[in-house]
C-alpha cells in the first residue's frame, strides 16, 4: 500500500527556517519522480519541487522558492526533505509531497506552514 506521511510543518517568523519531511511506504522513494506542492488558504495547489531520477536526483524549483528552499532524497530512509529557508508571509500553506506512483496520483496528509510575525 502507497503511502506519503508529511511532518515538520509549524509556525515560523518571517526570515526563519522549517525543514519537512515525507516517508514514504510501500514502494522505492527512489525509482519515482516526486514533488512537493502545496496550497494557500482559499487557493489551488501550487507546484514548489521536484525531485527527477536522471542526472543523479535533478531538483527543479518554482521561481518564487528558488534560492530559497532545497528538495532532496534518503533513499535509505525513503525520505523527502524539503529545507524551507528565508520564508515569507506568502509560504503558508499546507504542504504536500506527491508522486504519480503505480498509475495514480498519490499524495500525503499535509502538512502546515505559517509564517506570520
Known amino acids: 500500500q502507497v503511502q506519503l506521511v508529511e511532518s515538520g510543518g509549524g509556525l515560523v517568523q518571517p526570515g526563519g527556517s522549517l525543514r519537512l519531511s515525507c516517508i514514504a511506504s510501500?514502494?522505492?522513494?527512489?525509482?519515482?519522480?516526486m514533488k512537493w506542492v502545496r496550497q494557500a488558504p482559499g487557493q489551488g495547489l501550487e507546484w514548489v519541487a521536484t525531485?527527477?531520477?536522471?542526472?543523479?536526483?535533478?531538483?527543479t524549483y518554482a521561481d518564487s522558492v528558488k534560492g530559497r528552499f532545497s528538495l532532496s532524497r534518503d533513499n535509505a530512509k525513503n525520505t523527502l526533505y524539503l529545507q524551507m529557508n528565508s520564508l515569507k508571509a506568502e509560504d503558508t500553506a499546507v504542504y504536500y509531497c506527491?508522486?504519480?506512483?503505480?498509475?495514480?496520483?498519490?499524495r500525503g496528509q499535509g502538512t502546515q506552514v505559517t509564517v506570520t510575525s
Open positions: 510501500g514502494f522505492p522513494l527512489s525509482q519515482y519522480v
Open positions: 525531485i527527477n531520477l536522471e542526472g543523479g536526483g535533478a531538483t
Open positions: 506527491q508522486g504519480y506512483i503505480r498509475g495514480e496520483v498519490s
